[in-house]
């Protein structure tokens, strides 16, 4: 095994036992964390499934599931204007900001 082979499953294992935290779960879920990464980079933006979903490129029911579970676990703000909710990142635990900031170092390192 190479040392960077090495290095890279280590940083997945990172990503999956920092992910398991936020969602509460023992997976990494690629998309939810594409969706966490976006909006935690601009916390002071309030998005729409439509918004995220030009971003993140998933399936777009995916994507609604996921803001409104993060909503659910408090770390997304929901605000319904109209017909359409508008999400922002907004988590009621300060663990999760530097979760977040965790995930977001090491995808930054992977790539």
């Known amino acids: 095994m190479t040392q960077q082979s090495f290095n890279q ?6 990503i999956a036992r920092i992910s398991g935290a936020i969602y509460r779960r023992g997976n990494s879920f690629t998309g939810a964390n594409a969706i966490l990464l976006l909006l935690s980079g601009n916390p002071h933006t309030w998005f729409n499934s439509a918004t995220v979903y030009e971003v993140v490129k998933s399936n777009r029911s995916s994507v609604s599931q996921w803001l409104e579970r993060l909503a659910e676990r408090k770390i997304l703000a929901c ?18 900001w530097k979760q977040v900031t965790e995930l977001r170092d090491t995808y930054k390192k992977n790539r």
């Open 79 to 96: 605000e319904v204007r109209g017909a359409e909710a508008y999400y922002k990142f907004s988590p009621v635990d300060e663990s999760i």
């Open 9 to 14: 499953g280590d940083e997945r294992q990172r």
